[in-house]
Each structure stands twice: as C-alpha cells, then as structure tokens.
C-alpha cells in the first residue's frame, strides 16, 4: 500500500496532494465514519477520498471495512467489521426510533437531500409509545442525542425552549448505520420489555393476595 500511495502521489502532482493528505484523509475518515463533502473541514478531504476512491477501498478493506461514496446525497463513509463501543440502552432506542422516523418522512416525500427534520417532540412522544416508560430527563437525553451526533447520523440545531431540546436533522447515513430490519428490532425491544414488566408485576410479593382482599386500601390494589 505504501508503494501504491507514493505512485499515486507521483503521478498526480497536478493536484497537489502529498501522502500526508492521504493519511490525514484515512485518518479523518476513520475517526468520523463519514465525510460530508458541504461540512465545514469536510470538502478537501471527501475531495481526496472520492477522486481516489479504488486505493482507499483497498486500504479500509486491509482492515476487513467496506468504504462507499454515495454522490447522490454528497458524503463518503467506511462500515467497520469490528463494532463500535456498545451503545447505552436509551441511546439505542433513540437510534432506532430515529430510523424509523427518517423512513417514514422519506416515503412521505419530506426529505431535502436525503436529510430529514421531524419535531424533537414526536421522538419522546414515540419513545414513550414504544417502552411504556416515561419519558427521560432531559440531561439524559441531551447526553444521548450528543452521542448520536458524534456517530455521524445526525446534527442538531436551536434549542426549543418548549422541548428544552434542539431541533434534530436525521441525515441520510443513518441508512448505513442501521439495517433494514431496524423494524423488526424495535419490535423484539418492545416484547422484551413487556415480558420484563409481566415478571415483574407478577413477581411482586402478596400481590394475588392484595387483590383478592376487599378491604385492601385503594392505593394497594392499583400497585
């Protein structure tokens, strides 16, 4: 590969590109996941990472990544074979919920260069439907959002002083993050969790007993 990147360095001179830039350029890439070509500090490199797309495609897959260039939508990317630092249950959720609601704008036709804009509102509001919990502080919301952002898969605007979160735009690499049967494990997420919470009540101590008592007070008998 070495060999290859002095060629290619050689024969491109015009361009000006050192083998410095192609390091940083794979370094970049490997520390963002995606490039986007329009992100500030983004053009130079996505500039190098697609013009030289067949050596960075050999150079990521040395690694057992797939590289893409999707010019469609204006971004480049790997998908790593090892995984990322596990996520925390709520900042899955999120993901998931996330996708789902990127998906269903797309095939309302409300997407703007593969990126999306659904009220921050409807993500709780959902988040809720989904577990049957209530919805979480907004610390630990911020903090799991704030992650998210950092994956690449989404940027986040003004704060809604209603919401006390910030606008969310759900980018079209979410599509690489998450796979089509995100559905599917939202779904196993929401048996699991109601399998859980059947346990739990069941297991609660003289809780048949409450219930069968008439003269239990009221408050018993909800719990």
């Known amino acids: ?35 986007w070509k329009e992100k500030r500090g983004h053009s130079r490199i996505y500039d190098i990472l697609v ?20 010019p ?19 900042e ?28 921050e509102a409807h993500l709780l509001d959902e988040y809720c439907a989904v577990t049957g919990r ?3 502080k907004p610390s630990e919301t911020r903090s799991a959002l704030d992650r998210l952002e ?12 209603e919401t006390e979160m910030r606008s969310l735009t759900i980018l079209p690499s979410i599509i690489r993050v998450v796979t089509g049967d995100f559905l599917a494990s939202l779904e196993l997420f929401c048996d699991k969790n109601s399998l859980q919470e059947e346990k739990k009540q069941n297991s609660e101590p003289g809780k048949d007993e409450l219930e069968a008592t008439p003269e239990a ?5 909800i719990a």
């Open 92 to 119: 899955t959720i999120y993901l998931l919920l996330l996708a789902k609601m990127h998906d269903l704008e797309c095939r309302k036709a409300c997407s703007e260069n593969g990126r999306t804009k659904p009220s």
């Open 150 to 161: 950092k994956m690449g898969i989404i940027e986040q605007g003004e704060k809604n002083s």
């Open 51 to 70: 013009k030289y797309e067949t050596y960075f495609s050999k150079l990521f897959a040395a690694f057992g990544d797939d590289f893409f260039v999707d």
């Open 134 to 136: 209530e919805k979480p």
């Open 217 to 221: 007070p009221e408050k018993e008998k």
């Open 1 to 35: 590969m070495l060999h290859e990147l002095s060629r290619l360095v050689d024969s491109n001179e015009q361009y000006g590109f050192t083998e410095l830039d192609f390091q940083q350029a794979a370094a970049k890439l490997r520390a963002n996941q995606f490039i």
């Open 72 to 90: 469609h939508f204006g971004y480049c990317g790997i998908i790593p074979s090892a995984a990322r630092p596990q996520l925390k249950q709520l």
